[in-house]
Structure formats: C-alpha cells, structure tokens
C-alpha cells in the first residue's frame, strides 16, 4: 500500500508509507523479522520520476531530455534517492545505465507511487480546468475507418482533452513512440517490445480493385501474373503490403511488373477510379465505390496479407490517461466491425462480391 498527503512535485513526501524487499543499512532490525517491511521515508515526486525515467530509457541524459531538465539535475536527485535509501539503485558502469538487484525492487514501488500521481491527475482533467494534450499516431488506413468517431468519442468522454493527430506509415509511427514523440499509435501492430502495451483494435482485408474499363482476362479467377499487364498500385515502400507484392511479383520469374508506391490512400483510391492501374485496398474502403459501379473487385488468386491494426502505447506511469484512452478505442473498433458486417453481411473480401439487403 502507497499513502501520499501531498502531491507537489518538489515538496517532500513525508508520510508516504513504502513496502521494501531489501534490508538498507539504517532498518536492519526491522529486515530481521520479515523481508517485507514498511518504512516512512521523505522522499519527492521528483526524485522518484527521475529514478523510473532514467531506469526505463537506459541513460540519464534521455531521461533529463523527457523531463525538460538537465542532465546534472537528474543525476542528483537520483543520488539524494540512493543516499535516503541507503543503497544503490543504478548500475553506471556500462551503456545504457542498468538496475541493481536493489533498484529493480524499489522501480516497482516508484512506478506505483507515480501510477497514483497520475491518477489523479487524469481524474482532474475531467473536474478541473486543466487541459491536457493527447499526441496520437495514426495509420490513413484508420484516418478512413476508425478515426471519425474515435475524436467524437474522445471530445464527449474527455472534454478537456486537446489530441494532435500525425499520419504516416507504422515504421515512423513506431519509431515516434519509442522516442517519446507520441503518446498513442494505431497502426499495424502488435509491436514486439517488452516496455509496450497493445491492444487489438481491427483487421481489413486486402482487395485488389481497379476502374471497370480495365480489360482483365474474363476468367472467374484472375491469376496475380495476368494484372502485370497494368501498374500495380499499392502502399508506400517502406510497408508491409508494398514488400509482400514486390516480393510476389519477384516470384514471377518470367514477367517484371511495374509497382506504383503511394504513400496516399486517398490518391491511391483516386488512381485506381481513373484506370491509372489496380490496385490494393481495405475492403472497406473499396466497398461504398463497388455499389456505386465506379470500381469492380478482381477475384484474384493470390493477395497480400491481411492488415491488423492495434492500439499502442509505452507503459509508464504517466499514461494512465493514455491507457484509458486506448481501451476506449478498443471498444469503438468492436462496435466498428459490427457496424461493418450489417452493412455488408455477405461482403466476399477475395471474391469482391457483396449481397445487398
């Protein structure tokens, strides 16, 4: 259990009541009775923030850069830590700076202290006229799907929320939120990394599409070399998608295709409306233009893989408005897809068919 009486950043923390698995120098009667033991410690919200940032980014300069505040700075109140505490939390021999058997005990007791802090601090963004600013990456795939009422839902559920959306592929937006310049990402996920969380949002099927003009082979099913005649249009070069067809199209030895990267959804969409070339796109998306006869969905024999989408975001103890965000956007992608399956029930995603109610 974690009690704190005040809050202040700076101000110490005289009655937080700390649970400690290790015995420092100044409690050793106490460490003779059990191996859990309750100390009170004066302590700040400062010093614990410096501690965990620089614990979790690997140096003190990262962590002084997160902070706004210099590198000294956090190295001394880190060192006032260790000295209160009586041992040493942080290995500084090497690159990147590592926990002690010490310091990976009181990390999960600091993370708590500051899950608390913020907290609090989330629940006064809806009480208060405190604003806040939620920095969100997002995929266009989502920018045309999910994106609409997910900042209607965020508008009525955190009014005092401000979100600064940036769109671009998954490698940059991972890279972002590694870097701490995002604190949220749709993209296509999950990430593989032990300091992130996902949570699954959807998945779109790939079709491949293109204006009725085209003068496919009449076959029912189209094979993947037969569309080389034309430009295949697809995602930008550094996706997913855009490497599974270079590599399809590598794997048809005898025919060289020409791959029109777009780093545009929309343009791509617009492309393949004119008869520029087929292209790949979300079903989803393509659907509204099959029903209005603009495009016609090819029931080719090979297709890129699906694309899942997952809400992503570093767990810290600072993002306790971020998760809370998430997992609502979770809940509007469930209803999403439902929402998707009575409107087309008998949508084909390979074939390209759809029976209308």
Not at 176 to 197: C, K, Q, T, W, Y
Request: include cysteine; charge should be positive; charged fraction near 20%.
């Amino acid at each position: 259990m974690i009690l704190i009486d005040n809050f202040y950043e700076y101000v110490p923390l005289p009655s937080i009541l700390f649970r400690f698995s290790i015995s420092p120098p100044w409690a050793p009667t106490l460490a003779s009775y059990s191996h859990e033991f309750i100390v009170m410690i004066g302590l700040t919200l400062r010093q614990l923030e410096c501690f965990v940032w620089t614990a979790s980014l690997g140096s003190f300069r990262s962590a002084g850069r997160h902070l706004h505040t210099t590198q000294p700075a956090i190295s001394n109140n880190i060192r006032s830590l260790e000295e209160r505490l009586g041992v040493r939390l942080l290995d500084r021999s090497g690159t990147p700076v590592r926990l002690t058997a010490a310091g990976q005990k009181v990390f999960a007791q600091a993370q708590k202290a500051l899950e608390l802090t913020a907290s609090i601090d989330a629940r006064a963004i809806l009480t208060d006229h405190h604003r806040s600013t939620l920095r969100l990456g997002v995929s266009e795939t989502i920018v045309h799907s999910l994106l609409p009422d997910f900042l209607r839902h965020l508008r009525e559920s955190f009014p005092l929320v401000d979100v600064d959306v940036s769109v671009d592929v998954t490698s940059t937006l991972r890279e972002e939120l590694m870097s701490h310049n995002i604190d949220l990402a749709f993209l296509m996920g999950p990430l593989s990394h032990h300091r992130v969380d996902n949570l699954r949002l959807t998945r779109f099927a790939l079709v491949w599409a293109c204006a009725p003009e085209i003068a496919l082979p009449k076959a029912r099913t189209v094979a993947f070399e037969d569309m080389l005649s034309f430009p295949i249009i697809t995602y930008a070069r550094n996706t997913r998608p855009f490497q599974e067809i270079h590599n399809r199209c590598n794997a048809v030895a005898h025919r060289a295709g020409r791959i029109f990267p777009v780093s545009s959804l929309a343009a791509t969409l617009r492309m393949a409306r004119d008869g520029i070339g087929v292209a790949t796109l979300p079903a989803q998306m393509v659907q509204p233009y099959i029903e209005k006869g603009e495009l016609k969905c090819i029931d080719c024999d090979w297709h890129p893989a699906d694309l899942s989408f997952t809400a992503s975001y570093l767990m810290q103890p600072s993002h306790t408005l971020v998760h809370k965000v998430a997992r609502m956007s979770q809940s509007l992608a469930r209803r999403y897809e439902k929402a998707t399956l009575k409107t087309w029930p008998a949508l084909d995603i390979k074939a390209g068919k759809a029976a209308k109610r």
